[in-house]
C-alpha cells in the first residue's frame, strides 16, 4: 500500500536554529514527490517537486532532497515568517494524475 | 500569484441545507479538477476526480449522490454537499494542474471551511 510518512509532528525552532523536516514514503514506483507548505485556514501552496533519487532543489532558506526511501526539507536559519505546515505528497506511477497521496504534514513554528 | 481560486471561503449552515463551493482556474484552462477533504490534524484526502464535459471519478467510499460535482466549463468546477450533515462538516479544497505534462504539481485554492449545525 502507498503511504507516506512525516516526522516529526511538530517542531519548534529559535530563529536562525536550522534544522529537517523528513518524509518517508512506500510507493510502487515514483512518479514525483511534491513538497507544499499550507498556512492556518489556506490551501497548501506549491514548494518543490522531485522525481529521482540525488535530485535537489532549492528555494531561499529551504532545499529539499530526495533518496529512494524519503525525502528532507532542510530549512536554513529560518525566520518565524517560515512558521506553517510542511506537508508532502508522492504521486504513483500508473496512477491518475490527481492521486497524491499526502503525509500529515509537520507544523513549524520558528521563534523569534 | 494564486492560480486557483475558491469560493466562499467559509460556509456554517443548518443540518440538511445543500451547500455549492465554486473552483476556478485562473488564467488557465483546466481540463482536470481534484477536490480533496481535511479534517484537523490529518492528511489531505481525494474525493473526486472533476472532468471538464463528463462524469467525475469518485474515490472508494465517496458517495457521489452526496457529492455533486459539475465541471461546466473548463474553468470552472463546483462540489455540492447534498443534505449536509455534522459529520460533513470539514476542510474542502480544490486543486488544478497548469496545462503541460503529466508531473505538473497541482495548485490549491484556497479552501471552504463548512461547519454543519
Known amino acids: 500500500e502507498d503511504q507516506v510518512t512525516q516526522s516529526p509532528e511538530a517542531l519548534r525552532l529559535q530563529e536562525g536554529e536550522s534544522s529537517s523536516l523528513n518524509c518517508s514514503y512506500t510507493v510502487s514506483g515514483l512518479r514525483g514527490l511534491f513538497w507544499y507548505r499550507q498556512d492556518p485556514g489556506k490551501g497548501p501552496e506549491f514548494l518543490f517537486t522531485l522525481y529521482s533519487a540525488g535530485e535537489e532543489k532549492e528555494k531561499e532558506r529551504l532545499k529539499a532532497t530526495l533518496t529512494k526511501k524519503e525525502s528532507f526539507l532542510h530549512i536554513t536559519a529560518p525566520k518565524p515568517e517560515d512558521s506553517a505546515t510542511y506537508l508532502c505528497a508522492v504521486q504513483a506511477r500508473g496512477g491518475s494524475q490527481g492521486n497524491l497521496i499526502f503525509g500529515k504534514g509537520t507544523k513549524l513554528s520558528v521563534k523569534p | 500569484g494564486a492560480v486557483v481560486s475558491q469560493h466562499p471561503s467559509w460556509v456554517i449552515c443548518k443540518s440538511g441545507t445543500s451547500v455549492k463551493i465554486e473552483c476556478r482556474s485562473l488564467d488557465f484552462q483546466a481540463t482536470t479538477m481534484f477536490w480533496y477533504r481535511q479534517f484537523p490534524k490529518q492528511s489531505l484526502m481525494l474525493m473526486a476526480t472533476s472532468n471538464e464535459g463528463s462524469k467525475a471519478t469518485y474515490e472508494q467510499g465517496v458517495e457521489k449522490d452526496k457529492f455533486l460535482i459539475n465541471h461546466a466549463s473548463l474553468t470552472l468546477s463546483t462540489l455540492t454537499v447534498t443534505s449536509a450533515h455534522p459529520e460533513d462538516s470539514s476542510f474542502y479544497i480544490c486543486?488544478?494542474?497548469?496545462?503541460?505534462?503529466?508531473?505538473?504539481?497541482?495548485?490549491f485554492g484556497d479552501g471552504t471551511r463548512l461547519s454543519i449545525l
Open positions: 486543486s488544478a494542474s497548469m496545462p503541460g505534462t503529466v508531473n505538473q504539481p497541482q495548485h
